[in-house]
């Protein structure tokens, strides 16, 4: 079993959190209000209103989860296609369906690691009340990432947390099937004949190219999850599942609210997998190099 590929993932996903989490606060706030028109007002209106410690609200949670839930889609992506290579014989190299499959399956592993984190993450980047001793200010209704994981859990139950899960599942499979295509492809076009492994740059420039492109298979989907995560927090309970929420979406809005947020999705997919998987290929070689070889 390749346990290396769980460490290194975890390390990189924890690094990715921390590059992308600002643009990731304004592409919610875009999806689940329609006070924000667009990225820069959205920006602007933050800054003024809460500073810069807007972009980062609920960020201490994502660390540990999407670290968690990194090396569980890195660590099951690898370990599938090593089954497959068993499956055609020793040493048999992968094709392309099998780095699909493989990434779709470690797309919808994580679901169960992520799904808690990610609704925190949620609930606090949509809160845009200040903390404030003024009467005139209202407060917030979470204090932090702890208090809001057992507001919600004391709330709504604990499969409260895990509202969103669905349409999570059903984004993440097809997009980190995606992205680990993506990934491959390009680093193995990029890589000389005759060498092993891909230069810095070609990793780099997969890596982000990757993350551009699982966001634009994620993205609709996103939209979905994000809408159900928020519902009834600040307003009586509008959509009673995921095909509901999905036909009220496109009957009120129209299809194109759900590519709304898919320019700043891109935007901030391509630095933070180029750190991602420039992180994950340097952890996973020194893992597997001596003396620890044997976690490879």
């Known amino acids: 079993m390749h346990f290396a590929d769980f460490l290194a ?12 989490y600002p643009l990731d606060t304004v592409k919610v706030r875009i999806q689940t209000h329609k006070q924000f028109t667009g990225i820069w007002q959205c920006v602007v209106t933050t800054v003024k209103k809460e500073g810069v410690h807007g972009f980062f609200k609920g960020m201490a949670l994502p660390v ?6 990194s090396s569980v889609v890195f660590g099951t992506y690898r370990n599938c296609l090593q089954c497959f290579s068993q499956l055609r014989g020793i040493g048999a190299p992968n094709s392309k369906i099998d780095i699909f499959l ?17 609704i925190v993450k949620v609930r ?11 009467f005139s200010h209202a407060k917030p ?12 859990a ?13 349409p999570l599942a059903f984004r993440d499979g097809p997009s980190y099937a995606t992205y680990f295509l993506t990934y ?12 092993k492994e891909p230069e810095w740059t070609a990793v780099l420039l997969a890596g982000g190219v990757a993350g551009m492109a699982g966001w634009s298979v994620g993205t609709p989907m996103d939209v979905i999850k994000a809408r159900l995560q928020m519902d009834g927090v600040r307003e009586e309970k509008r959509y009673r599942g995921l095909v509901h929420c999905l036909t009220e979406t496109v009957r009120n809005e129209g299809p194109g609210i759900f590519f709304k947020s898919l320019g700043i999705n891109c935007l901030r997919a391509f630095p933070v997998n180029m750190v991602v998987f420039a992180v994950y290929e340097v952890s996973v070689r020194v893992l597997r190099s001596a003396p620890l070889d044997q976690l490879s």
Do not use: F, W
Request: glycine letters at 18%; charged letters at 10%; aromatic letters at 2%.
């Open 154 to 166: 004391k709330e709504e139950g604990v499969l409260g947390l895990y509202r969103g899960a669905l």
């Open 64 to 69: 540990t989860t999407i670290s968690m839930t």
């Open 184 to 195: 491959n492809t390009l680093c193995s076009q990029l890589t000389p004949a005759g060498q």
């Open 124 to 134: 606090l980047q949509c809160q845009t009340e200040r903390k404030s001793s003024g």
């Open 9 to 20: 993932g975890s390390v990189g996903g924890a690094c990715g959190v921390a590059v992308g």
């Open 141 to 152: 209704k979470y204090s932090g990432p702890i208090h809001c994981l057992l507001t919600i």
């Open 102 to 118: 493989s990434g779709m399956a470690g797309g919808v592993a994580q679901i169960s690691v992520m799904s808690p984190g990610d």
